[in-house]
């Protein structure tokens, strides 16, 4: 049962181009939105994250977009770069975090 | 800073064999998570430990057993190997009295059950 739909499974983004990632969740007892970066050979890392009483949140180049309404969020990098490239996750906790859900993933390949 | 260290990080068993996963973390944290990372699945949740002297069964956990041995550590211990364990499993903790929910993540072990 998968609580949190991420898409696109692979993204192929130009340098400089912007990269979109997006999720959706079914379950309204969420109450924080986390994207986790991951690169090669390593753990997730928190990147960045958003509750529902905000639209958007934006920290350097990464903004997260948000939909309580339709139930998505997503993840915006302007300007993107090599450096960038890695797997992101969406995440979903609810009350308390203890359990956290988390998307399939998306690999950000950024070309030169 | 070490973090969250998981050991081993690398481990190739035959069906049927038994393991365990140590973790350990230095952040005293109170929460400790057990996940498994499978191509196409994202992270799973195997068991958590909302403290200590705690666990709770998470999305997957079929086939694992845990223990919360002190605060700092907790280990997945796999009893009877099957290949459909085969995966990379990653160890996280988080500190729920700061109430942001980060999960700060070990490097991984890769396990292989052949």
């Known amino acids: 049962q998968q609580q949190v739909k991420q898409s696109p499974q692979s993204l192929i983004v130009q340098k400089g181009g912007i990269s979109i990632i997006n999720c959706a969740y079914e379950?309204?007892?969420?109450?924080?939105f986390p994207w986790y970066q991951q690169f090669p050979g390593k753990g997730p890392a928190l990147l960045i994250a958003?509750?529902?009483?905000?639209s958007e949140k934006k920290e350097g180049r990464f903004t997260i977009s948000f939909n309580k309404s339709a139930k998505q969020f997503s993840l915006h990098i302007m300007d993107s770069q090599p450096g960038d490239s890695a797997t992101y996750f969406c995440a979903a906790h609810s009350g308390g975090y203890q359990k956290v859900t988390f998307g399939t993933g998306t690999k950000l390949q950024v070309i030169p | 800073n070490a973090g969250v260290t998981q050991t081993p990080k690398f481990q190739v068993l035959k069906t049927g064999q038994s393991m365990t996963l140590q973790c350990a973390q230095d952040?005293?944290?109170?929460?400790m998570y057990w996940y498994r990372q499978d191509p196409g699945m994202g992270l799973r949740l195997i068991y958590y430990?909302?403290?200590?002297?705690?666990?709770d069964k998470g999305e997957v956990p079929n086939g694992y057993n845990v223990s919360r041995l002190n605060k700092r550590e907790f280990s997945l211990r796999l009893e009877s190997a099957a290949p459909s364990q085969t995966s990379v499993y990653f160890c996280?903790?988080?500190?729920?009295?700061?109430?942001?929910?980060?999960?700060?993540f070990g490097e991984g072990s890769r396990l292989t059950v052949l």
């Open positions: 996280a903790s988080s500190d729920r009295g700061r109430n942001t929910g980060e999960l700060f």
């Open positions: 958003i509750r529902p009483d905000v």
């Open positions: 952040m005293n944290h109170n929460s």
């Open positions: 379950n309204t007892a969420f109450d924080y």
């Open positions: 430990s909302a403290s200590e002297g705690t666990t």
